[in-house]
């Protein structure tokens, strides 16, 4: 390729953001009015935490004694301990105080109590899910993250050949519709098939606003928006905090949370499509249209021939994610991505699920802490990120984390109060695993190009939901086996991931490519740090022969 046809080409890859700017009042608009609509879709993935929130229980009283027994009076009398599933079998009909039958043997509970201090009904209480029924609460969370390895993939694709606005708005109601229907059935088969139907669209939903947001910026604040997007999930944590207090139902607090999402209806007139999108799929007189009222919204004047130029290449074919493969650097990149998507879900849910509680038994204020120490990590990313680029942050979070998981095993268990050093150790390794998903998401939208940015990242996603499916698992390996199979697992696996993301490239600064063809020409990083910022020397290569490939 001569320099004069790559000078075309950047010129071509500028063009909306030479016009517009960077950023603008129109950017703005549209980011904060999608932000907001989409705020309630954090409370779908995360009320499970309420729904299915751990409550005292203990085999039911008798009728004749519900009304004369208090609670401990009765688990005295009946031998039961907390989390019982055995109770005296006895004639409790005829049974008067201070009565007790020497012979009689513990027999399995036919009917249950539950606590309802902190919530009036739970799906545990609901449906029974108690002793040999536990298990099925874990089944629950496991069959929603199922849902989300299908519904990553599906709507990423569809979002790259239909546009983001024509899925994003009727997932955004599918997850209302979805959420309403979960929170009026009756047995606990179909509650299963409603969250999996609500775990098919939310996930959809995240990738496709988050790369509709990403489109509209460049430079510096493809970094302020790609990072500030994650402050809409903790939002979306915080506000289902006061929701979750608001109703202890299980029901109630899973209708009034999908009620809201109705309204994303509005947004088919307050919002437009993708321009670089639309330019991607040669859509150019729409492109121009939607350019030219952003133009006027920010108060810039165009010249009377302003016009889009084509971006397209000729293909025999729709580009699809299989073209990923068929170039050998972009190929590298994509495997590596993948592999640090499945880590960072892996790590991130394999914490978070066995982290403990934070002390105390007040539920929605360890929930509340829990969210409020994922801001100083996102923070901590838009910072490092404007400053030192993509590359070196991410890889450096990623061994940091493996390196602090690793070193419990250095901790000795025992010697100090609810073994804090341990638990600070995997706070640690904890806030990093957040930092780089955090990072993970803006770095994987510039690498990959534009026609299939949205497939791309869905796909990545797809691989990374199977991290959260064997994450629980890895953890009743400690509680099994030995407690340090979960470090030497999670920390083992994000120091891998970490030397491997050494070799993809510093996408700081650099325009988002909108094809393939473009992702290519990035060549992969040196396993020696280059100075961030600048990143590496582009070197052009000829692909003429995967062009070739490609077009057959």
């Keep these: 390729m001569s320099s004069k046809d790559g000078d075309k080409m950047k010129a071509e890859q500028d063009q909306i953001l030479a016009t517009l700017g960077n950023i603008g009042p129109w950017q703005w608009r549209n980011i904060i009015i999608t932000a907001v609509f989409c705020i309630p879709c954090c409370w779908?993935?995360?009320?499970?935490?309420?729904?299915?929130?751990?409550?005292?229980?203990?085999?039911?009283?008798?009728?004749?004694?519900?009304?004369?027994?208090?609670?401990?009076?009765?688990?005295?009398?009946?031998?039961?301990?907390?989390?019982?599933?055995?109770?005296?079998?006895?004639?409790?009909?005829?049974?008067?105080?201070?009565?007790?039958?020497?012979d009689?043997?513990?027999?399995?509970?036919?009917?249950?109590?539950?606590?309802?201090?902190?919530?009036?009904?739970?799906?545990?209480?609901?449906?029974?899910?108690?002793?040999?029924?536990?298990?099925?609460?874990?089944?629950?969370?496991?069959?929603?993250?199922?849902g989300m390895i299908f519904g990553v993939f599906t709507f990423g694709v569809l979002a790259d050949i239909y546009g983001r606005k024509?899925?994003?708005?009727?997932?955004?109601?599918?997850?209302?519709?979805?959420?309403?229907?979960?929170?009026?059935?009756?047995?606990?088969?179909?509650?299963?098939?409603?969250?999996?139907?609500?775990?098919?669209?939310?996930?959809?939903?995240?990738?496709?606003?988050?790369?509709?947001?990403?489109?509209f910026v460049g430079g510096k604040w493809n970094t302020f928006i790609g990072g500030g997007v994650e402050y809409i999930w903790v939002c979306g944590w915080l506000?289902?905090?006061?929701?979750?207090?608001?109703?202890?139902?299980?029901?109630?607090?899973?209708?009034?949370?999908?009620?809201?999402?109705?309204?994303?209806?509005?947004?088919?007139w307050l919002i437009p499509e993708s321009p670089?999108?639309?330019?991607?799929?040669?859509?150019?007189?729409?492109?121009?249209?939607?350019?030219?009222?952003?133009?006027?919204?920010?108060?810039?004047?165009?010249?009377?021939?302003?016009?889009l130029r084509s971006v397209q290449k000729e293909k025999a074919r729709r580009t699809n994610l299989l073209d990923m493969f068929r170039y050998p650097n972009m190929r590298m990149k994509t495997l590596i991505l993948y592999y640090n998507w499945f880590v960072n879900s892996f790590a991130y849910y394999g914490l978070t699920m066995n982290m403990g509680a934070l002390g105390g038994s007040d539920v929605y204020l360890n929930f509340t802490i829990s969210g409020l120490l994922e801001i100083p990590a996102y923070t901590a990313a838009i910072v490092l990120l404007s400053?030192?680029?993509?590359?070196?942050?991410?890889?450096?979070?990623?061994?940091?984390?493996?390196?602090?998981?690793?070193?419990?095993?250095?901790?000795?268990?025992?010697?100090?109060?609810?073994?804090?050093?341990?638990?600070?150790?995997?706070?640690?390794?904890?806030?990093?695993i957040t930092f780089s998903w955090a990072v993970l998401f803006i770095y994987s939208a510039e690498l990959f190009p534009t026609e299939i940015r949205t497939s791309g990242i869905g796909s990545a996603s797809f691989i990374g939901r199977f991290g959260g499916i064997l994450a629980p698992w890895v953890g009743l390996l400690g509680k099994t086996y030995h407690p340090y199979i979960p470090a030497i697992i999670f920390g083992g696996n994000a120091l891998l991931a970490g030397l491997l993301a050494v070799w993809l490239p510093e996408t700081q600064g650099r325009d988002l490519p909108y094809t393939i063809e473009e992702s290519e020409m990035l060549e992969m990083g040196s396993f020696l740090p280059e100075s961030c910022g600048n990143g590496q020397k582009k070197r052009e290569r000829s692909i003429n022969m995967e062009e070739t490939q490609l077009n057959k």
């Design 387 to 432: 400053y030192f680029g993509r590359r070196v942050p991410y890889f450096s979070s990623m061994l940091l984390c493996g390196a602090s998981l690793l070193s419990i095993m250095l901790v000795p268990r025992g010697v100090y109060t609810d073994d804090w050093p341990a638990t600070a150790v995997a706070l640690l390794g904890k806030m990093c």
């Design 104 to 146: 009689a043997k513990m027999v399995d509970c036919e009917e249950w109590e539950f606590d309802t201090s902190q919530f009036s009904s739970t799906i545990t209480s609901d449906f029974g899910l108690v002793c040999s029924k536990e298990y099925l609460k874990s089944i629950a969370q496991t069959l929603y993250f199922v």
């Design 166 to 215: 024509k899925v994003l708005i009727p997932l955004l109601l599918g997850s209302a519709v979805s959420g309403i229907i979960t929170s009026q059935m009756p047995t606990y088969e179909t509650f299963i098939f409603g969250r999996l139907l609500n775990a098919f669209g939310v996930i959809g939903i995240f990738e496709c606003y988050f790369t509709y947001m990403l489109e």
């Design 239 to 268: 506000s289902l905090a006061g929701l979750a207090y608001a109703f202890r139902d299980w029901r109630d607090l899973m209708l009034y949370s999908s009620i809201p999402s109705l309204l994303s209806v509005v947004l088919y």
């Design 276 to 307: 670089r999108w639309l330019l991607s799929m040669g859509r150019i007189e729409e492109a121009e249209g939607i350019v030219r009222s952003a133009a006027e919204f920010n108060k810039i004047t165009l010249p009377v021939d302003w016009k």
């Design 44 to 102: 779908h993935i995360l009320c499970m935490t309420f729904m299915n929130a751990s409550v005292d229980s203990w085999c039911s009283r008798p009728q004749n004694l519900m009304q004369t027994i208090s609670v401990e009076e009765w688990k005295r009398i009946s031998q039961q301990e907390n989390g019982s599933c055995l109770v005296l079998d006895q004639d409790w009909s005829s049974w008067v105080p201070g009565q007790v039958n020497q």
